[in-house]
DNA sequence: ATACCATTGACCGAAATGGTCAATACGAAT
DNA sequence: ATTCGTATTGACCATTTCGGTCAATGGTAT
């Protein structure tokens, strides 16, 4: 994708990306339409297929140059060296935010790759990368001894993660009605009060010294 | 709906309302197909214009149908009379699972109607009864004061519900997949774990004598 | 002026669209 | 048996849309 659309200019670039990615969020491939995608993009058949030889090659690039871009930008973005799974959580939920403001259909994109699988060749290589993902991100040097104990670990845990999802889903909704940007900064209090609340009910008591004013 | 198809044979009306939905649910009206309708559904094409005379019209009695069987079902098989939220909800999401093992494909699209409005008429009149429905769960002889104090009231109630619908979802997608019913005894398990844990987070400390051995 | 790539949009055959309608199948009543 | 009436069929229609092609054009650097 990126090599494909090197020379391209960048705002172009976008606009063929979010177009193409717009169409396939919102329609299954078979019924996903080119000729919207290139009137939603402003650019002529001719050059999307110059580009890209087929509707499938299309998708393809694409949602190889999403796994990439998702992946990747969690890798490099995370803060690794804290060990606290909650905070880690919260920046995984922030960095997918941000990108949503500048690819608003890539959050769902993806989550119906996971959903219905894609290109066999494909899926094996990214369904391992995620998951090698999450395995970090789960496991490298987590300390869940600050949960407390006698709770169903796995339960709480899916809880945590449910309630970020959604709030991601909400500024999507929010995103899509009113096509303005999403204010990051008042979500990033939104996700920090839920967050908060969240840790008050599952994590151990804190010394309360520590936030004393 | 019901009235319209009184005299046909109930397993044909169930496959015609289903297959419906399930093209109504996966494409955009315009995309869905009368074609795949009724191929899903095993019947001709001239019967379903016979009983429906357009598009539009089968798409309008069926959101009829569907939102009155939904604010129906939950109205008359809630127990109105406990007056905790948490079990409220509960019931709901209960009964929400129960019909989507009759209608698979309710549930999701009852969520388009919300999301993408519908057409104008009607919009107005179930708006008002799903809002009225939801004045009556929130507010009809619930008390608050279970909860904890000191907590953000409106977040924690978000946490719950949001748990609940992300049961449900998964529910749907196990259903899609394996296309066996939902074991609802398991299911319900499932619920009032998720829901001991919020409750256990989220309400006054409890007497603990009541639950000794 | 020449060479070269980016870009256009009219055009293609094929497929799918919502909807129609004359023809049947079939059970009940006679 | 025959008639009647309704439930049901599926071939058929005009129209639109589909993915994809390609000769032509524009613009830029040499």
């Known amino acids: 994708m990126e090599e494909i659309l090197k020379n391209m200019e960048e705002d172009k670039k976008n606009r063929i990306i ?15 339409s080119t000729n919207n995608i290139v009137k939603k ?4 058949k001719g050059l999307l297929f110059h580009y890209f ?12 140059y999403v796994i ?10 995370m803060d690794w060296s804290g060990s606290d799974l909650v905070e880690r959580f919260k920046q995984i939920s922030l960095i997918k935010i941000k990108l949503m403001n500048h690819y608003p259909y890539i959050y769902d994109f993806s989550l119906e790759l996971l959903k219905k699988g894609s290109i066999e060749e494909l899926k094996g290589r990214y369904e391992e990368d995620f998951a090698d993902l999450m395995v970090k991100v ?32 909400e500024s999507f909704e929010k995103l899509k009605q ?30 309360e010294e520590e936030s004393h004013d």
Do not use: C, P
């Not at 490298?140 to 709030?167: H, M, P, S």
């Not at 839920?194 to 010394?207: E, G, H, P, S, T």
């Open 41 to 44: 993009a402003g650019i002529s």
């Open 178 to 207: 009113s096509g303005e940007r999403i204010d990051l900064e008042m979500l990033q209090k939104d996700v920090e009060d839920y967050l908060d609340i969240l840790k008050k009910a599952f994590y151990k008591v804190q010394n």
């Open 138 to 169: 789960y496991q490298e040097n987590i300390d869940y001894t600050l949960f407390k104990e006698g709770i169903d670990l796995q339960k709480v845990v899916r809880i945590i993660q449910w309630t970020l999802e959604k709030i991601g889903e």
């Open 53 to 64: 030889n087929s509707k499938h090659e299309l998708f393809h690039k694409l949602e190889e």
């Open 18 to 32: 979010n177009s193409a990615l717009e169409e396939f969020s919102k329609n299954s491939f078979e019924k996903a």
């Open 68 to 77: 990439h871009l998702i992946t990747n930008t969690i890798r490099k973005q």
